[in-house]
């Protein structure tokens, strides 16, 4: 049974950092193409950072420099280090993994920046 269990949101001041982790299982972990999204209240869901099976990264221009994507291969799990967090990074964040025709994803995990 493929799961995708992201853990680590919760409220902190702009200019905070929080660090989210996805445990992955029921798939092979190493295969795929890794990713965090988001979606704010009334947003369309949007791709923030990706990890590919090689090892390249990618993020979505508003988070370049800010946010980190790792990932353990050992531990199936992938993680997202955010820093210096913004009001406008307020959403749910979900984990995605993906190959081909096959893209699963986790429950989500709530993200609020906030004073």
């Known amino acids: 049974q493929v799961q995708l269990v992201e853990s680590g949101g919760g409220l902190v001041q ?3 950092s929080l660090r989210l982790s ?3 299982s029921g798939f092979t972990f190493s295969s795929y193409a890794m990713s ?3 979606q704010a209240p009334g947003k369309e869901r949007e791709l923030v950072a990706v ?3 090689s090892g390249t990264t990618n993020y ?3 988070v370049r420099g800010r946010f ?3 990932r353990d291969i050992d531990k199936n799990t992938v993680s997202l280090q ?3 967090l913004r009001p406008e990074d307020t959403a749910v964040y979900y984990c995605n993994g993906l190959r081909g025709p096959y893209s699963y994803w986790g429950q989500g995990t709530q993200v609020t920046v906030s004073s």
């Open 51 to 53: 990890i590919t099976p």
């Open 60 to 62: 979505e221009d508003s």
């Open 68 to 70: 980190t994507i790792s």
């Open 82 to 84: 955010m820093n210096s």
């Open 14 to 16: 702009p200019g905070g």
């Open 36 to 38: 965090w999204f988001r």
């Open 22 to 24: 996805c445990a992955a």
